[in-house]
């Protein structure tokens, strides 16, 4: 790439060729002009019309040698020259010379052709800029001079004595003419090597310009057929305009089968109308194999001309209207994300591992106490079992409660590692919230001390849930506890509410548990899901994180927030299912 740009640059600065192609021109035109001068004479004559000229035979025998010096002079610019620069300036040099002898035989001060002069030196500047411009103007004003001095010598061709031609009268109206075209010459001269300056300035930078132009386009193109992301551009109406090599190597369709083609036709998992951002869709390759795909899209401000003119009043709902079709210009970007995903399970299954071995540490402590005071309160009952008729109602009841309590507390502590490492499958079904909230809180008051009233309900009537029943009930009971154990001191207030809305217009149902507590610190907001953190003294730190994983299974999400009223409200956000298709 780099050596093609060398190659192009080079030739594209060649002054020689540049200088060659010119000199050329210059020799076509010259011959053209002459060539019309003698056909405009010969019809001038041919009408009566007096002109100061040479004989017939001359005017031919000239026009023959200029066209024979012009072929040679041609055929030795294109073969042999080695200075074009300096050929150039003597073709020129001799060009002026050919002129000033058109002056001298046709009247000399009086010649209709004087101003034929310009044309050498400003070819000059034009083709050799301003130093041979000069050069030239010198050349013609002293060629002119000469003339002026043989008209004042008297020194003419018989043909211009027989002829009425009267010679300048005084040596100072010569002067007078020898300055008026001195200074035309060399301002000409002036003029057309600034010209030449400036079109030559012009003309480099241009050649920077179209060189970085070049290189930018063909270094876009190399990154967009090498970087390992799959690119796909469409225009206004989605129909494909470009796919690279990795967009064709990840879906493994030939990129001359999508261009021109609508992207949906190509597509069909790829849906470019919803929000922007990343999404991830199955694909069906051609060979039969599934991968899967993450992409996502962006618009691109892409120029679409106008199909017709507009009148005035019409120009900005013309604008209006060229914005939403420009809007429409998309870049997709794709990847294929089997893989990250499969090493994503990978090392979700190995958290989760290490979390349960973390838990079956835990609870191998926790169950140290519990079976300690388990195992002492059997003792003092075995040692008294022969005089339990004797026995202290109130002891042995004390060591009842002991044997429950801790038995109890390991019960719990077995259930949130067996809902934690073990999941149950999801079991979707349309239920009512309302009567399962009033399931969990009659239940939650037989198996713990809660004052009544402490819970109240804020959910309309007949609001439904589709999810797994057994396990929303699960997030209840998580969520309830902490929220009668934050407000248990205080004797506050916690309010279940639940309801249907909508967020990026898609369907959703929700839930939240508002407690009057003391509220979560902002310092642990991010580790109360995480396993075994607990703020609790008789927590195990699975709660949370019991609710994040069943809701994460839902397809929802958990959301901590807080209001005067409330100081700690915990929102679960489930998707509304879609409607079946017919």
Known sequence: MFRFLSRAKASLIDSEQETRKHLLWWFLARVVLFTLLFALTTVLRERGLALTMPGMSTSIAFLATLYGATFASALFLQKGCRSVRRFGLLQLCGDAGIIALLIYATGCSKSDFT????????????????????????????????ILILEQLRWLPDYLKQAPHIGTAVPLSAANLFAVYGLLLFLGALLSGQLARRLRVTEERLQRTALEYDRLSLLYKQIFEDISTGIITTD???????????????????????????????????????????????????????????????FLNMPVPAEQELESELERELEQKEEERQARWKVVTLQDISQVERMEQ?????????????????????????????????????????????????????LMGIILRETDRMAKAITDFLQFARPAAIQPEWFDISRLVDEVLVQMQQS?????????????????????RQQIQTI??????????????????????????????????????????????????????????????????????????IVENHGGKVELDAAPDYPCIVRVRLPMPLPATP
């Open 115 to 146: 101003s034929l002069m310009i044309l050498p030196v400003l070819a000059a500047g034009l083709i050799l800029y301003r130093r041979g411009g000069l050069f030239l103007a010198a050349v013609t004003t002293i060629a002119y001079g000469a």
């Open 476 to 549: 209840l009971t998580h969520l309830l506890d902490n929220a009668c154990h934050a407000v248990a001191a205080q004797q506050g207030k916690v309010v279940v509410a639940a309801g249907e809305g909508t967020e990026d217009g898609q369907g959703e149902l929700w839930l939240e548990v508002r407690d009057q507590g003391s509220g979560i610190p902002p310092e642990f907001r991010e580790q109360v899901f995480t396993p075994f953190f607990s703020i609790r003294t008789d927590g195990t730190g699975l709660g949370l994180a019991i609710v994040r994983q």
């Open 448 to 468: 713990i001390n809660m004052v009544a009233g402490t819970v109240t309900k804020d959910i309309g009537a007949h609001v439904a849930f589709w999810a797994d």
């Open 346 to 398: 990978q090392i979700r299954e190995a958290e989760k591992m290490a979390a349960i071995g973390e838990l079956s540490a835990s609870i191998a402590h926790d169950f140290r106490n519990p079976l300690a005071a388990i195992s002492g309160s059997a003792q003092i009952l075995a040692m008294e079992a022969n005089s339990l008729g004797s026995h202290d109602p109130a002891t042995f009841k004390t």
């Open 236 to 298: 206004q109406s989605d129909f494909i305009t470009s796919c690279n090599q990795a967009a064709e190597r990840i879906t493994g369709i030939p990129r001359g089968q999508v261009l021109g083609q609508p992207f949906i036709r190509c597509f069909p998992a790829m849906f470019l109308q919803e929000a922007q951002g990343r999404n991830v869709c199955d694909f069906n390759k051609p060979d039969g194999s599934t991968i899967r795909i993450g992409y996502s899209f962006s």
